[in-house]
């Protein structure tokens, strides 16, 4: 370490194309070194061109204008940000990179790779990691549950959660699986539980649209579409078991941050690869780890040992740091 960042905050830049899911995992690792060291954080979003953006990473490097700020530690997540990191090394080499993600290139280009283990990223300087980063923690779990607990106490215990996802470039969310997931709803609604659903900006609109119908016929849901205040983090705090739509690594292990049982819902894989690659890969790891197998009408679970890749890889992360 320099004796600059001995006596002051150590300035860390988080690197993304602005994209919300790729973001938090980068700032969710940072957040979480911050926890750990006296760290400034500093987002910036790369906004290149669609021409320059299509690009692959070294030709971006090449032909790109990078117009970043200093700093000691670079975070990235996501395509866009690989030639960021490669500009930032080259321009200070002192500068330590972190790319989050599988890069697709030798993992050595940066100084540390965060990746999920489902991807089967191999290196000297890679960390692997049940899921991905997020920024889920129990602080932020009970702050939420109580900034909502107004509407949380207008429905009666035992609570499900339902965390719907949609459409992705490896699953659909067909009429089928769509059936699937309200099947589940009306299961749990039938044995006595109350909703917290919530969809995404990926789920398709049918589905919306079917979701405010079934709500429109229940006095004990909560359905959020979008409008108005996320109570996602409240939705974790207040349920008793939560249902997350297996298309989305990120919602599954931020569920399993708050050591509640957690379930599968189907979706339709785009091919037989999406069910039988990676993604059961990372299925399976998630089961052993925290008993999340497929929804077949439970209504409880076995709890466990919570959740917090987040949290073990900064840590890792700083022994990295201090050891340079």
Request: glycine fraction near 6%.
């Amino acid at each position: 370490m320099s004796e600059r960042a001995a006596v002051q905050p150590l300035r860390c830049l988080v690197l993304s194309d602005g994209r919300r899911g790729i973001e938090n995992q980068a700032l969710g690792l940072a957040e979480r070194l911050a926890r750990l060291a006296d760290l400034h954080i500093d987002t910036h979003v790369i906004a290149h061109s669609k021409a320059i953006a299509a690009l692959p990473p070294k030709a971006q490097l090449r032909l790109a204008s990078f117009e970043l700020p200093d700093c000691d530690i670079a975070i990235g997540c996501g395509r866009q940000a690989i030639a960021a990191l490669l500009f930032l090394k080259r321009a200070r080499s002192d500068v330590f990179t972190v790319y989050v993600q599988d890069p697709r290139q030798m993992p050595n280009v940066f100084d540390l790779v965060i990746a999920p283990e489902h991807d089967g990223v191999m290196g000297e300087n890679v960390i692997e990691m049940i899921g991905s980063p997020n920024r889920v923690t129990d602080t932020k779990i009970i702050g939420e549950t109580l900034n909502f607990a107004d509407g949380l106490a207008k429905l009666p215990t035992p609570r499900a959660a339902i965390l719907i996802g949609g459409t992705s470039k490896t699953h659909k969310l067909d009429q089928a699986a769509h059936t699937t997931h309200m099947l589940a709803a009306q299961i749990l609604v039938d044995a006595g539980q109350s909703l917290l659903i919530t969809t995404s900006r990926r789920t398709p609109e049918f589905a919306v649209l079917a979701w405010k119908q079934f709500v429109s016929d229940h006095d004990n849901i909560w359905l959020h579409d979008g409008e108005g205040p996320n109570p996602y983090f409240a939705f974790l705090g207040g349920a008793d078991i939560i249902l997350v739509t297996e298309d989305s690594t990120n919602m599954l292990t931020e569920a399993c941050v708050t050591g509640k049982p957690v379930y599968r819902l189907p979706m339709t894989p785009k091919s037989a690869s999406s069910r039988a690659g990676k993604f059961q890969t990372l299925y399976d790891a998630l089961e052993i780890r925290c008993g999340v197998v497929p929804y077949a009408g439970q209504i409880e679970g076995a709890d466990y040992e919570p959740l917090h890749e987040t949290a073990r890889v900064a840590s890792l992360l700083l022994e990295q740091l201090n050891n340079r």
